[in-house]
């Protein structure tokens, strides 16, 4: 890659999944992307992470369809979206069939580069989405899950880049989800990469603690050659650094972005009107862009602090708000370091509320933390005390293989349940996803429209005539 350092601007995806819920429609995507393509971007992120579940459960959109849009509208511009490994884009692991046929739809759908995570860095469950990305012609970023703890040093994620460039890695994402990762221990650990791994460097940060620009331009320093930004309307707080700012800092220098603020000012005017329509709505809330250091002391990402809050509230607990942020570390430490990361963060969130409600802890367990601690996940990171493993799963047996191995081939098996509902492959991926709300989406799509009904009705009367 030249000295430039390239952009992957987010406001198509995690932009708005960080500020206002996901919310933004294709409507409001497609006016500005004549524009976007012709800025010079490295990618475009626009799909991936909670669009597909937030396009059919909330805004009544095929996110096949969005895909299909967004490529014809910027067939220029490499797309981009972010995948949880063998977990796609639910919340469970999938077999590897599905996950296999969800890469190649994907891709032929419009997709270029597909980010490719594990909650756990666990590259077991890496494996076959990094092998589909290839073998369909796609460019493969894998990540790792930027987190801090006595097990998670520098060395260690250096090895796990290593390893991710063996597995057939075209870039490597340093992908630090909460904002935790600081200016100078970027420094170092972009330098550290950059003499370990011969493929790019892409680093992905929010500005949750307010750290994001200096953490970018440290980087930078050290030599990244791409990092992530969002357009001014929706930057900053919860999302990541301006991309304006960031391309205005390194003009001139040597590493330029090479990009026109001109341009990009154009474009901003467009979604400051779109963000000023979604928090019309209620979907944007002013909180998120604040700036919180807490987030340092805790690492406990936005999006999970907001599912705290709710679960205190709905307990009528909201006075336990600060034992639950300090028992999330000691939580966190007794299940073995996970990175704080979907699903991870939410099972580690709700174990902590349910600690602190109980007055003892681990008296009660949820699901998912039991799955955690036996295995179903793949494998901990650090040592996971054993006496709550003990208390928690009693002698269940433990998992210790790549979790995906004991799922039996399942896409024959969706296929068949759906039925006559799903018109193409893509809708079958759909309800295996999401199977309630994917199901009831493609009811309401499928089903005859009134006015379609009314005319059907007048044409029989004037037949029965």
């Known amino acids: 890659m030249s000295n430039k350092v390239f952009i992957t601007d987010t406001i198509l995806r995690d932009a708005h999944q960080s500020q206002a819920a996901t919310r933004m429609r294709i409507e409001d995507m497609l006016p500005a992307c004549e524009a976007l393509n012709e800025v010079g971007y490295w990618s475009l992120e626009c799909w991936g992470g909670a669009t597909f ?83 369909f012609g796609g460019h493969c970023e894998a990540a790792i899950s930027y987190t801090e703890s006595p097990v998670h040093s520098k060395e260690y994620f250096v090895e796990l880049a290593a390893k991710l460039e063996k597995m057939g890695a075209d870039t490597i994402c340093i992908k630090d989800m909460a904002n935790l990762l600081l200016p100078y221990d970027a420094y170092e650990l972009v330098k550290a990469l950059k003499e370990k791994v011969s493929v790019p460097i892409h680093l992905h940060t929010h500005n949750t603690t307010g750290t994001g620009e200096m953490t970018y331009l440290m980087a930078i320093q050290a030599g990244v050659d791409i990092i992530d930004t969002a357009l001014s309307p929706l930057a900053n707080g919860t999302s990541q650094p301006s991309t304006e700012a960031m391309v205005a800092t390194l003009k001139g220098t040597d590493r330029d972005t090479e990009i026109d603020l001109g341009k990009l000012s154009d474009i901003a005017a467009h979604f400051r009107a779109v963000a000023a329509k979604l928090k019309d709505q209620g979907s944007l809330d002013p909180k998120v862009l604040n700036v919180d250091p807490n987030t340092l002391l805790y690492q406990v990402p936005g999006g999970m602090l907001s599912n705290l809050i709710s679960q205190l509230k709905q307990a009528k607990a909201e006075d336990k708000y600060y034992e639950v942020l300090e ?46 601690l036996r295995g179903e996940y793949g494998q901990l990171p650090g040592e996971v005390n054993e006496e709550v493993r003990k208390k928690v799963l009693g002698d269940a047996e433990l998992i210790t293989c790549r979790p995906a191995d004991l799922i039996e081939p399942e896409f024959e098996k969706y296929k068949e349940e759906i039925g006559d509902l799903a018109k193409c492959d893509e809708d079958v991926l759909s309800y295996a996803l999401f199977p309630q709300v994917a199901k009831k989406f493609l009811e309401e799509r499928n089903a005859p429209k009134a006015e379609e009904n009314a005319v059907r009705e007048l044409i029989v009367e004037d037949l029965s005539i």
């Not at 891709?107 to 580069?113: L, Q, R, S, T, W």
């Not at 979907?342 to 802890?361: F, K």
Request: with cysteine.
């Open 327 to 372: 028992e999330v570390p000691r939580v966190r430490k007794d299940f073995g370091y996970p990175p704080l990361v979907t699903p991870t963060s939410q099972i580690v969130g709700s174990q902590a509320v349910l600690n602190v409600l109980a007055g003892e802890r681990y008296k009660m367990a949820t699901k998912e933390s039991k799955g955690l």
């Open 53 to 135: 579940d937030s396009c059919l459960r909330f805004l009544g959109e095929d996110p096949w369809e969005r895909l299909r849009a967004l490529k014809k509208a910027m067939p220029d511009t490499k797309l981009q979206m972010l995948l949880r490994g063998q977990n796609l884009l639910g919340y469970k692991h999938y077999a590897d069939d599905v996950v296999e046929m969800f890469i190649k739809k994907s891709i032929e759908n419009g997709i270029d580069v597909i980010r490719i995570f594990d909650a756990l860095n666990d590259t077991r469950n890496m494996e076959t989405a990094i092998r589909a990305t290839k073998k």
